[in-house]
């Protein structure tokens, strides 16, 4: 496998950092990088096959990483997996929450269970790692942790229990970065608008056509990459943001700027899209 990353290749070297949701889609994408730059990434998931595929993505670029099966839902789930991984690795210096779930509905079709199932995963699995991450890891060491959002300033219909469920992360962050200050721990979060990733297979035809007619909107007329969301999760995770905490960065094209006042012709001039997976992206 090929892949260049924009970032200097020792700059995580000897460092741990686990990423939930490895196994596919941004948190596919965050490893890669994290693991290209040096790091020992721990790749987090419910699907192993997901996560070993990925491990040995990370072997061909001739980096390590482990795979550790959990539920973020389940509170002995996760405490169980961060005393294995200190166990295994002595620390763990960083932890990105990208791991979730949701799906597209009418907020007046959604039951109270799928509610609950997405603010659960969402909500609670993010509080859940949060914690345990501060409890057994940083509290006497420091650490980072980046968290995942939406971009929903401007509300997010048909996807109401997701939008309210990372609305609620990021006060979560916010309040935690104040909390945890004390300990040398910074945790900000990303809220990528539309990103073409793995996860869009997993919707309808309708809704995909539908994502079609949304890129009309987007001020830069395209979708966002896994990459580029890549990116700005490790720089959050790297030194160069050691003052930065607390905050939500919006990956979104500018999309979460513009309620349709203004008019934006049809355009191809937008900044190339970065693929790490693609040599030629810096031609």
């Known amino acids: 496998m090929n892949y260049r990353s924009i970032f200097r ?9 686990m990423v939930t949701g490895g196994g596919s889609g941004i948190g596919r994408a965050t490893a890669i990088e994290l693991a290209s730059l040096g790091a020992h990434v721990v790749l987090v998931g419910r699907t192993m096959e997901k996560l070993t595929a990925v491990s040995e993505e990370i072997a061909q670029l001739g980096s390590e990483s482990s795979t550790f099966g959990c539920n973020i839902r389940e509170e002995e789930q996760v ?23 949701q799906f597209l509905s009418p907020a007046e079709f959604i039951s109270k269970k799928g509610f609950h199932a997405v603010v659960e995963t969402n909500l609670t699995g993010t509080f859940l790692m949060c914690r345990e991450a501060y409890n057994q890891a940083m509290r006497d060491n420091g650490g980072v942790i980046v968290n995942m959002l939406m971009e929903n300033w401007r509300g997010f219909p048909g996807m109401v229990h997701s939008a309210a469920a990372r609305a609620g992360i990021e006060n979560l962050t916010k309040t935690l970065a104040v909390e945890w200050a004390r300990s040398g ?25 539908f994502i ?11 979708m966002g990459t896994e990459s580029e969301t890549a990116a700005v999760i490790v720089f959050l995770l790297s030194p160069g943001a050691n003052y930065i905490s607390g905050e939500s960065v919006r990956i979104d094209g500018a999309s979460s700027l513009w309620r349709k006042t203004w ?16 040599q030629d992206w810096f031609v």
Do not use: C, W
Request: aromatic share 8%; glycine share 10%.
């Open 9 to 17: 290749d020792d700059l995580f070297a000897k460092q741990t950092i």
């Open 79 to 101: 405490q169980a997996l961060f005393a294995n991984v200190l166990a295994a690795r002595g620390r763990i210096h960083g932890l990105v929450n990208n791991a979730g779930g």
């Open 185 to 209: 721990v910074r945790i900000n979060a990303v809220a990528p608008g539309l990103i073409e990733s793995s996860g869009l297979d997993n919707y309808p035809d309708m809704a995909k056509q």
């Open 212 to 222: 079609q007619n949304v890129i009309k909107d987007i001020p830069f007329k395209r």
């Open 263 to 278: 008019g934006i012709e049809e355009h191809d001039n937008a900044p190339k899209p970065y693929n790490g997976f693609e």
